[in-house]
Nanobody, 115 residues
Framework: QVMLVESGGGLVQPGESLRLSCTAS????????MSWYRQAAGKERELVAT???????NYGDSVKGRFTISRDNAKNTVYLQMNSLKPEDTAVYFC?????????WGQGTQVTVSS
């Protein structure tokens, strides 16, 4: 069964850190570009970060310098290390895998940044 499963979300205070994980099953993980998106209440889904199959990365302007995306192909897992979290980072975070003619989505994990 093809699945992307996110974990690691939760409630943190401003300035703290979280690491999200997304584990894939039923696919050849190394052949997928992997991304994290987020969607805040009442807003459109936005791209947070992408890591390509070759290892290069791309970040949204709002998270540059604070978030780091990485992947472990041996574990079929992509990570999002989030540092210096701000209240405006509060959202549901989704994992996405993409390759030619196929896009996969996880179910999302809630991240809440609040004092």
């Amino acid at each position: 069964q093809v699945m992307l499963v996110e974990s690691g979300g939760g409630l943190v205070q401003p300035g703290e850190s979280l690491r999200l994980s997304c584990t894939a099953s039923g696919v050849t993980f190394s052949s997928y570009h992997m991304s994290w998106y987020r969607q805040a209440a009442g807003k459109e889904r936005e791209l947070v970060a992408t890591i390509f199959t070759g290892g290069s990365t791309n970040y949204g302007d709002s998270v540059k310098g604070r978030f780091t995306i990485s992947r472990d192909n041996a574990k079929n897992t992509v990570y999002l290390q989030m540092n210096s979290l701000k209240p405006e980072d509060t959202a549901v975070y989704f994992c996405q895998g993409s390759r030619a003619f196929r896009t996969l989505w996880g179910q999302g994990t809630q991240v809440t940044v609040s004092s």
